[in-house]
């Protein structure tokens, strides 16, 4: 993340500018089936409109694609993605394009934003 700060103030952006779309902390159980890897369970950690982060204890190749099913506040979610990052036992999957779910998804990150918005809020002043 220091780096992260480094590069994006060196560069004149912000972090959120950093990334294509903000990230919301999410915690929902995710299945990744993986073609090398077979079928995995994880936790998931954040979402964005382009992709979500999870936690997992067995390997999966970068640069594959996998099927993600997973629960969002408005029903099951299954979705292709891209394994693009990791960082010990936290991956980082691009979603693939689906128009129909993306919206489903942009849709759940406006609420996530508004309830953690909400949320900071409310701590700061209670």
Known sequence: ?????????S???TVADAR????FKMEA???INSRTSGVLKGRTVDISESGI????TIEVPLRQMVELNFTLPSGPVTILAMVRQRNAFRYG???ADSASLHLVIRRTCRDLAI????S????RVG
């Open 1 to 9: 993340m220091e780096a992260e700060n480094q590069f994006a103030a």
């Open 11 to 13: 560069s004149g952006r």
């Open 20 to 23: 294509r779309q903000p990230r």
């Open 29 to 31: 159980d995710i299945t």
């Open 53 to 56: 982060a999870a936690m997992l």
């Open 93 to 95: 999957c691009e979603f």
């Open 115 to 118: 309830e953690q918005r909400l």
């Open 120 to 123: 900071r809020r409310n701590r």
